[in-house]
């Protein structure tokens, strides 16, 4: 058969590692897919470069229009990241009827819906295993290996510069920046690192997930977002002594009155596997009636496991060419006219437990006036510690773990907590998951 061509809209991490993946692994995949795939050109914003000589074939150009308008070109892949000129060059495409992969999952979270419209309208794919868990092929198992199921949540480590960071300050001692420009160098962070740290990143992807998991629409805006910059050390420290770890974790959960999307900060009991998934590693753990808990591990950000993602979404792309629109994978994993409006819950009806750490006087009566406070807005006290004054201000540090309440009875009970006289300060609060089944 003809080989197939391609053209990549940018040639920086991911696409010089899904290239460096196609050329090494070239008779694998011709093996597997029964046709030759060549890289014909990509399209950055500064030609004047060295690529590595396997890749020097390649055609580099500046001119991304012409990849998209090239009559050769069979299948366009675009990592270029960002909004404009993305959009406009993969609707292009698909107006030119070629197949795309993405790795954008900004541009499939915030404009999925018009994108799959477009591709549906030409009767081409578009396939973004790359945009969620980088090397994970979770969409691929949610999406078919979990098709028979009813999914109740997913709950993953879904941004690799993240749990990179963490792992590197708070297990090794260094130092944020340090730890953000290796991610940088290595080419895990986002053109913007703010969107990784800050948990927007994380937001984009678990909008991919949910949609994918329930059939809902894509709804980044949804999603009740905290990045990573309020974890410290002491709570690290207090949260390993209770037996917990502190991960960044993306949390779709379809509540049976409403879906919960957050992002955010959160203790995970330390025996569950994903408690221990550490560096640049992701883990989406799904918990669906048929099959119970699964949990899907691998490399999160990277050149090549990135590029592995989208290859495969290449050589599938390639093999459902000739189906029918109607007889492919749907895009969402449902049928486009069977997605359901999902009613997102607000964060004040979100329920989970919490870990609470309060500066207190060292005074008698304190404990009562926290329990107190507690007790009225109904919340149920898991475990309670009281730890020795860390300097030489004589408060001391309280760290409380909960019961399931609703988010907006722990608001109320923070901001009566911290308007009693005998604690100083803010009170730092961690949401905290069970995560039970695996
Ligand atoms: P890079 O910054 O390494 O590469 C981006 C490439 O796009 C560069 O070659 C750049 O050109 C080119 N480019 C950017 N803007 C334009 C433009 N306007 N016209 C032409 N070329 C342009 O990014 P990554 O490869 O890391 O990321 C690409 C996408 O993949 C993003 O959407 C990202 O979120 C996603 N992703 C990244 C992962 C990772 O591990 N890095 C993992 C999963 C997804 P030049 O080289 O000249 O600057
Ligand atoms: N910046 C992203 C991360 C890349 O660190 O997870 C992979 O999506």
Redesign the pocket.
């Known amino acids: 058969m003809k080989p197939v061509k391609i053209g990549f ?7 010089q ?1 899904a290239a460096t993946v196609i050329k090494r692994n070239a008779a694998e995949i011709s093996r597997r897919i029964g046709r030759d795939i060549i890289v014909k050109s ?6 004047n ?1 060295e690529l590595d000589p396997l890749l020097a074939e390649v055609e580099l150009t ?1 001119d ?1 229009e012409s990849i998209v308008n090239d009559p050769e070109i069979d299948v366009v892949v675009e ?4 909004d404009e ?2 959009r406009t060059l993969l609707t292009t495409a698909i107006a030119n009827g070629k197949h795309v992969v ?6 499939v979270a915030c404009h999925g819906a018009e994108i799959f419209d477009a591709a549906r309208e030409h009767g081409v794919s578009v396939a973004f295993e ?2 969620v868990a ?1 090397g994970i092929p979770v969409i691929k198992s949610i999406r078919e290996g979990l098709a028979g199921n009813r999914i109740q949540w997913v709950a993953g480590i879904i941004n ?1 510069t993240c749990n990179y960071i963490l792992t590197e300050m708070l297990e090794k001692g260094r130092e944020f920046e340090d730890v953000l420009e290796d991610a940088k160098a290595l ?5 913007d690192p703010t969107f990784d740290v800050e948990g927007i ?1 994380a937001a984009h992807k678990l909008t991919i997930l949910a949609s994918i998991a329930f059939g809902v629409p894509l709804q980044f805006e949804a999603v009740y977002i905290e990045g990573i910059s309020s974890i410290s050390r002491e709570d690290t420290a207090y949260a390993r002594e209770l037996g917990y770890r502190i991960k960044h974790l993306g949390l779709a959960i379809d509540t049976g009155n409403g879906i919960e999307l957050r992002v955010h900060p959160t203790l995970i009991p330390e025996r569950r596997l994903i408690a221990n998934v550490n560096g640049v590693m992701n883990a989406v753990l799904v918990q669906a009636d048929a099959v119970g808990p699964t949990l899907y591990y691998g490399a ?4 090549e ?2 590029g592995s ?1 989208v290859v495969a979404d290449i050589m599938d792309v390639v093999r459902v060419a000739s189906a029918s629109v109607e007889n492919r994978v749907p895009t969402l994993a449902f049928q486009h006219d069977a997605l359901v409006d999902s009613h997102p819950l607000k964060p004040e009806e979100f329920q989970t437990s919490y870990y609470l750490r309060i500066l207190a006087e060292d005074k008698p009566g304190v404990m009562a006036d926290i329990s107190r406070v507690l007790a009225d807005e109904a919340i149920s006290i898991e475990a309670i510690v009281q730890k020795e004054p860390v300097d030489n201000s004589g408060k001391l540090p309280i760290v409380l773990l909960t019961k399931k309440i609703t988010e907006g009875s722990m608001n109320n009970a923070i901001t009566k907590l911290e308007s009693l006289s005998v604690i100083a300060g803010k009170v730092t609060r961690i949401r905290m998951e069970s995560l039970g089944g695996n």
């Open positions: 809209l940018g040639f920086g991490t991911v696409g590692g990509a399209s950055v914003r500064n030609v470069r500046t991304s990592v270029m990241g960002g000129p993305a993405t790795a954008n999952k900004a541009l790359a945009a980088g690799g080419g895990y962070a986002e053109a990143d999160g950000a990277g050149a496991p990135t993602s």
